[in-house]
């Protein structure tokens, strides 16, 4: 089906709203929706009415199994594959015991007490400690604001996955409760204020940007690293790359097209229709995005997105890679988390706003956004840290591992005169007009504020972009701090006035505590990171470093007053990280030797052959691959030593020592792939995994 056919079956596999809307009793409905604000349980009599709705539903769009679908944790990585979610199908197929002939199956009900809750084992997820064999039992109950959907003739029920004692060991659970923090501090704060008083909820709002390469499925699978690692671990250039960024924006290559236009259609009858579809700066690299929504759905659809990508580069004999790095020296993928908040009456937080009350609201957001980054900067960074991410941040194609805020500089002036004494408002969000110099192409209208690429979160009309997400990473994780910083901020300023300070003397005194947190500069410039420091912003530039901030008390009393994680949970995403990245490093490591010793000494020898009596033909050749030898034995040593007792000894080890040790016999590597006689070389080259459609 194209894309064009599936807009007429739109919501075809999505039990969402207006379905639940037409098919339900109005009271059942009523308190279904209710629930979402009030998170009263479903009483049972109303569960049994949804479940039946939802099994007739279901088997009329041919559904045969349904499984809850629930997010582990991964620690950051999903490197191989993207993040995915896990799910258990069971069967809506019964059998009549009651049949006098033979047993005879029939399409069953579907139990209330399964759609609405689910049993297993959760020590075989990582958990950090909150789960362990002998103490195991783990539960998935429906996200009842995510909808149900029909993927490949299973209905999925998006859900929460918590163990016995009601510890978070998932994705959408954090990312939940930071939502309800929002509305919690968002209202307090607009009866603060005296602002949109009529809103009764808030939302936040996601709308991802997913970069991503695709190579053909055999190349992939003869090269161990990307199989193994998701990334290549060795490799040299082309001699044309992106130096002219020719890949950028030109036309998609006919058969990855293809993919995307199937990839769309389908993620169309899942209700998430793609917005935007396009090549990207390095060759072999493309993007796709939807049209943003409530984070929580939008996450989902995200993981399954991902999904869709492999399961249809797959049938198309193609490999499609969401690794953040997966070749050195060219671009590596991004996963811009585009964020905002909003009330139900439809007023967004990050909109400038025409009108008085709309503007205000504007400025009193953005001093709420500058505290929480500010003086939980160290959080955001974690919130993007892991091994994958390690090579981006920070190098020139993506922006720095410092979190500061651009809301754009004629509002960083604005801010300064609020410091400075004077009003609320006055900042003019107009659009100027430019002209073209030419006579037939009409003036452009530009918005007030410029866009800032350097930024890791800067202002973009309406919402403001994360630009530092791991391109394989769950949106849940950091949609979840910047819910949690935004919803302290909210807690921060609203506190001020119910205090009894003005709403406009309350808003200059958090733009001044957080001041230093606005940079409107270039980001990828070598002057920051010293300015940084002297502004005294973080600058982490490791995962080991990020990670070793995140169990903080100070985080550790922001995750509790906001209700999002206990301390003893907030630990437990720690352990989670680093076990995730000291994993990663070691395959890594591994692989790579394992790579060296079966497939490039081996050709190296060969070519060494041919050069026997022509020493001066042989030139550097024997030099070099020696030395490839001799560094690959330094890193078998760096492997081969026990490991460190605790997890971030352990992860400082890896990527102090192991890390730099890889680069090292990469280096000479890629010096000898430029010698060995063509056809020597025992994996797919760069230039045909990159050049091949
Ligand atoms: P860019 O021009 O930055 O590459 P794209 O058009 O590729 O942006 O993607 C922008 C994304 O931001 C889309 O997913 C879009 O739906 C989303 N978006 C737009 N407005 C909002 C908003 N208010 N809140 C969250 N996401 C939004
Ligand atoms: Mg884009």
């Given amino acids: 089906m194209s894309s064009q056919d599936a807009i007429g079956t739109m919501s075809a596999a999505i039990f969402d709203e207006n379905t639940m809307a037409s098919k339900l009793p109005k009271d059942v409905f009523e308190r279904f929706m ?12 109303d569960q049994k009415v949804i479940a039946d709705v939802l099994f007739t539903w279901a088997r009329a769009q041919g559904a045969v199994d349904f499984a809850h ?11 191989v594959g993207g993040a995915v979610g896990a799910f258990k199908m069971d069967t809506m197929i019964d059998l009549d015991f009651s049949s006098k002939m033979a047993n005879k199956p029939f399409f069953g009900v579907l139990p209330h007490e399964r759609l609405f809750q689910g049993e297993t084992d959760g020590s075989s997820f990582p958990n950090g400690g909150l789960r362990v064999t002998h103490s195991a039992a783990a539960f998935t109950t429906w996200d009842r604001s995510s909808p149900p959907m029909i993927v490949d003739g299973v209905l999925r029920i998006p859900c929460a996955f918590v163990t016995h004692f009601g510890k978070c060991i998932d994705e959408k659970t954090p990312l939940l409760r930071s939502m309800d923090a929002v509305r919690t501090q968002g209202l307090r704060m607009l009866k603060a204020v005296g602002l949109a008083t009529s809103a009764k909820n808030m939302y936040s709002y996601l709308g991802w940007e997913q970069e991503f390469f695709v190579v053909p499925a055999d190349l992939y699978k003869a090269r161990p690293d990307l199989v193994n690692c998701g990334r290549t671990l060795m490799g040299k250039l082309p001699t044309r790359n992106q130096q002219m960024d020719l890949n950028y924006f030109a036309p998609v290559p006919e058969k990855v097209n293809q993919l995307m236009n199937t990839v769309q259609a389908e993620m169309m009858k899942v209700g998430c229709p793609i917005a935007v579809k396009h090549n990207e700066v390095a060759p072999a690299q493309h993007e796709m995005s939807p049209i943003y929504c409530v984070a929580n759905a939008s996450a989902d659809n995200n993981v399954l997105f991902m999904e869709i990508m492999n399961r249809e580069s797959a049938r198309m004999g193609l490999m499609t890679l969401f690794h953040e ?17 909003g009330t139900d009456t439809g007023l967004n937080f990050f909109y400038p706003g025409k009108t ?3 503007a205000k609201l504007y400025v009193t957001a953005l001093a709420c956004l500058a505290y929480g980054l500010c003086q939980h900067n160290e959080l955001v960074r974690c919130s993007v840290a892991h091994a994958g991410n390690d090579h981006r941040l920070g190098a020139q194609e993506a922006p720095p591992a410092i979190i500061s805020l651009y809301p754009g500089q004629l509002f960083e002036a604005h801010v300064d005169s609020i410091i400075a004494g004077g009003d609320i408002l006055g900042y003019k969000a107009e659009k100027k007009m430019q002209t073209t110099g030419c006579a037939a192409a009409m003036p452009v209208e530009a918005p007030t504020e410029d866009r800032n690429r350097t930024a890791p979160f800067p202002f973009c009309g309406n919402r403001f972009e994360f630009r530092a997400v791991g391109s394989s990473q769950n949106c849940s994780f950091p949609i979840m701090v910047c819910n949690t910083i935004m919803a302290s901020g909210m807690a921060a300023l609203a506190s001020l006035i119910e205090g009894g300070m003005s709403h406009r003397d309350a808003v200059a005194d958090m733009f001044k505590q957080n001041r230093h947190v606005i940079f409107t500069g270039n980001g990828y410039s070598k002057e920051w990171p010293v300015e940084a420091v002297k502004r005294g912003l973080p600058n982490l530039v490791t995962t080991p470093m990020a990670v070793a901030t995140w169990a903080s008390d100070k985080n550790k009393a922001l995750f509790e007053a906001m209700k999002v994680f206990t301390p003893e949970e ?39 052959e041919k050069y026997k009596g022509f020493a001066k033909l042989a030139g550097g050749r024997e030099a070099l691959y020696v030395g490839v030898v001799e560094e690959t034995e330094k890193l078998k040593n760096l492997l081969a030593a026990p490991h460190k007792e605790h997890l971030a000894d352990e992860a400082n080890y890896l990527c102090e020592q192991l890390k730099p040790q890889m680069e090292a016999v990469r280096a000479l590597v890629d010096q000898a792939e430029g010698l060995l006689e063509a056809g020597l070389y025992p994996f797919p080259t760069y230039e045909a995994l990159l050049y091949s459609h």
């Fill in 34 to 45: 209710g629930a979402m604000i009030s998170g009263e349980p479903t009483s049972a009599a």
């Fill in 356 to 358: 008085e009350e709309h």
């Fill in 570 to 608: 907030t630990d437990a995403r720690a352990e989670v990280m680093y076990e995730a990245y000291v994993t990663t490093l070691r395959v890594e490591g591994e692989t790579l030797v394992h790579m060296i010793d079966t497939g490039i000494v081996p050709a190296c020898a060969k070519d060494l």
């Fill in 69 to 79: 679908w629930f997010f582990p944790i991964r620690g950051g990585s999903g490197a």
């Fill in 325 to 341: 790095k997966p070749f050195a020296g060219i671009n590596g993928n991004g996963k811009h988390a585009n964020w905002s908040i």
